[in-house]
């Protein structure tokens, strides 16, 4: 399956007293690396949102394996685990300029109709999308 990685510089209000990445904002990592994942696959969470379709996160999963600090370039590399259905899932590697693996996560999130919030299919349009992407 497809993947996309975006990289960043870890900022100081991310960390705490000792310079170390709190743990709590490596959701939001995996979140950036989501959205792009999307992005690069010609989605956008906006566009599903006025689709009338919500992807909220129904597991998240996170394996700490070393430390990152302030002003360390990260590298989150996200990956579609397998073709999406009802559900949606990713797997993560996050890791730092020495490609040293910081984190190794996985996520997944529900496809959920916004008026009646009900769980609905993946939309044909997105799969069509996926399929495109992993031909490349």
Known sequence: MSFNNISFRVRYSETDQMGVVYHGNYAQ???MGRVEWLR???IS???LEENGIMLPVISLSLNYKKSAFYDDLITVET???KTPSVKIEFDFVIYNEKREILVIANT???F???K???PIRCPKYLLDLIEK???K
Do not use: F
Request: glycine share 4%.
């Open 29 to 31: 990592y995996l979140e």
């Open 40 to 42: 690069d696959t010609g």
């Open 45 to 47: 969470y906006k566009k």
């Open 79 to 81: 990956r579609l685990k």
């Open 108 to 110: 997944v999130l529900a």
């Open 112 to 114: 959920i109709n916004v």
């Open 116 to 118: 009646n919030r009900r």
């Open 133 to 135: 992407r992993d031909r």
